[in-house]
C-alpha cells in the first residue's frame, strides 16, 4: 500500500485520475470540489444593422465556479466591420446594475479595478459600436482572471457563441428598354 496526501490546485470540478510515478507506479484517483472558472457570453442588440448604423453589444462575465475570482481583464478586439462608436461611453455594472470600477486602454481592453467576481457572480459591459462594411459581421470577447485564493490564472472566451451582425437585404432593380419597330 502505497499511501500519501496531495493537494490538488483548483481546476475543473469532477473525478481525475493522475498517474503517481517513482519508485512506485500506481494510479490515483481524486475528485476536485474546488475551482475556478469563468464563463462569457457576447450579444448584439439587432440583428440586421445598415453600414453607418450604429448598435450596442453587451457582454456578461460569470464566475460559474466555486472559487472567487480577481485581476478580470476583458478584451475584444473588434474585426474592422466595426469600430467603436465615436461618444463610445463604455458601462461596466455587477448583477444589482452597481457600478463596476474599471480601467481600459482606449481599445476594449477593459480591467476591473478594487473588485473580484465572487462565486455566482456577473459583470456586464456595454458600449455601441457602428456598421462599417455590408454582409456578416461576427466578433467574439474573451476574459482572463486569477483564482485568487490559489493565484491560478483561469479564461474563457465567447468563441462558441459569437456575436454576429448582418446587412438588410438589397433590392436590384433593372431597367431595360424595349423599342418597338410599328
Same mark, same amino acid.
Given at each position: 500500500?502505497?499511501?500519501?496526501?496531495?493537494?490538488?490546485?483548483?481546476?475543473?470540478?469532477?473525478?481525475?485520475?493522475?498517474?503517481?510515478?517513482?519508485?512506485?507506479?500506481?494510479?490515483?484517483?481524486?475528485?476536485?470540489?474546488?475551482?475556478?472558472?469563468?464563463?462569457?457570453?457576447?450579444?448584439?442588440? $439587432?440583428?440586421?444593422?445598415? #453600414?453607418? /448604423?450604429?448598435? %450596442?453589444?453587451?457582454?456578461?462575465? *460569470?464566475?460559474? @465556479?466555486? &472559487?472567487? +475570482?480577481?485581476?478580470?481583464?476583458?478584451?475584444?478586439?473588434?474585426?474592422?466591420?466595426?469600430?467603436?462608436?465615436? $461618444?463610445?461611453?463604455?458601462? #461596466?455594472? /455587477?448583477?444589482? %446594475?452597481?457600478?463596476?470600477?474599471? *480601467?481600459?486602454? @482606449?481599445? &476594449?481592453? +477593459?480591467?476591473?479595478?478594487?473588485?473580484?467576481?465572487?462565486?455566482?457572480?456577473?459583470?456586464?459591459?456595454?458600449?455601441?459600436?457602428?456598421?462599417?462594411?455590408?454582409?456578416?459581421?461576427?466578433?467574439?470577447?474573451?476574459? *482572463?482572471?486569477?483564482?485568487?485564493?490559489?493565484?491560478?490564472?483561469?479564461?474563457?472566451?465567447?468563441?462558441?457563441?459569437?456575436?454576429?451582425?448582418?446587412?438588410?437585404?438589397?433590392?436590384?432593380?433593372?431597367?431595360?428598354?424595349?423599342?418597338?419597330?410599328?
Amino acid at each position: 500500500v502505497f499511501d500519501f496526501s496531495a493537494i490538488i490546485n483548483p481546476q475543473t470540478a469532477g473525478n481525475k485520475i493522475n498517474k503517481i510515478t517513482g519508485t512506485l507506479a500506481d494510479i490515483a484517483n481524486y475528485y476536485v470540489y474546488e475551482y475556478g472558472e469563468l464563463s462569457i457570453a457576447k450579444v448584439a442588440d $439587432a440583428s440586421v444593422v445598415n #453600414v453607418g /448604423d450604429t448598435f %450596442n453589444y453587451e457582454i456578461t462575465v *460569470t464566475n460559474s @465556479g466555486t &472559487l472567487d +475570482i480577481s485581476n478580470i481583464v476583458i478584451s475584444d478586439a473588434l474585426p474592422a466591420c466595426v469600430e467603436l462608436n465615436e $461618444a463610445v461611453e463604455i458601462t #461596466v455594472v /455587477d448583477q444589482n %446594475n452597481l457600478p463596476v470600477e474599471f *480601467t481600459t486602454n @482606449g481599445n &476594449l481592453n +477593459i480591467a476591473i479595478q478594487n473588485r473580484s467576481l465572487n462565486i455566482g457572480e456577473y459583470f456586464k459591459i456595454k458600449f455601441s459600436a457602428k456598421k462599417m462594411t455590408s454582409g456578416v459581421c461576427c466578433n467574439v470577447a474573451s476574459v *482572463t482572471g486569477v483564482v485568487t485564493a490559489y493565484g491560478i490564472n483561469t479564461s474563457a472566451s465567447s468563441t462558441n457563441s459569437p456575436a454576429c451582425v448582418t446587412s438588410p437585404p438589397t433590392s436590384v432593380i433593372e431597367v431595360s428598354k424595349c423599342i418597338v419597330d410599328p
